[in-house]
DNA sequence: GTGCGCATGTAAGAGGTTACATGATTAA
DNA sequence: TTAATCATGTAACCTCTTACATGCGCAC
């Protein structure tokens, strides 16, 4: 999905550091995507290379200067260019799905312990969304849990489907 | 993922080619994962070194022999392995759900715009999905499909309620 | 004679994760 | 004093995608 954009949307809201990427990634965005260091820090550096955001280092008091980037023009029209376009459709790309199809090498219990695990994770995940669309910081962030919220719903119906025609079979 | 397990797992059912395995991969897990000859082909390579699969070199009449792929003991019990524990739970990373998020920096009309074309895909996609669910190969593959039915049926809802909510504003 | 299906592979590179390395401040 | 928060980075590694390279047989 390449972070860069990511980078780019969350600079074009407001400067920030790679610090403050990272933490409100994991905030708002921890849905849809991770962003480790790994992956922010060195995708800063290039972009700042490329010229689509800049770097002011900015001292502090006891500490040593951070480094608060802002998006640059040129930035900021490669970011529209990249709204404006159609995403590409991802897979479903889920191991669990691998597993179910591979199920036939299963017993029946152990498909059926597969499937009661799954729909505890997803209970829990449901659980900690509506818990996140309690304190929202911007109504995007909001859009992004209830799509979250309405694949999880989906995928919980379609456990308990699967739990009822294994359990009778 | 690994597609280490989509192969040992498909080889659990029948030896096959690399050739085959892309396939039967491209038939009955397209929603779930590619496979390309670039991973399939080494990841045969490896299983083999590993012991996991054997090979068995079938001549052809006029072609150059093939390379029949089976499970060895070791691989089965592997798979098994693997089977039995808990599938990791995995992002929704989207690249949609991340331009969406990112629409503050977007006119209404460019919104309006990416989701209705996402909602034409998604509409061709739950079509597509659809007329695979009238021939199957197997019931395992069902069961996929049924599961990618209704994450798609999920995001088309999620979808009109949002083209409603902007519209609206 | 052109293109598709069969069949096997490699190489370069993109993209990402994990763990490591460093170091100051502040609150319990 | 111990842990968390602030803050920046690198290196090794893994996985996967794309594109390339090869070559036969068969049907249209």
């Known amino acids: 999905m390449s ?32 962003a480790s260091y790994g992956t922010l820090y060195p995708a800063l550096h290039k972009l700042q290379q490329e010229g689509a955001v800049e770097v002011e280092e900015v001292p502090q008091k006891g500490r040593p200067a951070k480094k608060v980037y802002r998006i640059t023009e040129s930035g900021q029209s490669e970011l529209q260019g990249w709204l404006r376009q159609p995403a590409t459709t991802d897979q479903i790309r889920r191991e669990f799905l691998l597993k179910v199809y591979l199920a036939k090498g299963m017993e029946k219990q152990d498909l059926l312990l597969l499937l009661a695990n799954r729909r505890c994770e997803t209970e829990a995940l449901l659980k900690s969304l509506r818990e996140e669309k309690q304190d929202l910081h911007d109504p995007q962030q909001g859009w992004v849990v209830d799509y979250a919220l309405s694949v ?8 308990k489907r699967m739990e009822a025609q294994v359990g009778a079979a």
């Open 3 to 34: 972070h860069r954009y990511l980078i780019l949307g969350l600079l074009a809201e407001r400067p920030m550091t790679g610090y403050d990427i990272k933490k409100h990634v994991k905030a708002a965005l921890g849905t849809v995507t991770n």
């Open 152 to 159: 999880c719903k989906a995928e919980m119906d379609w456990i």
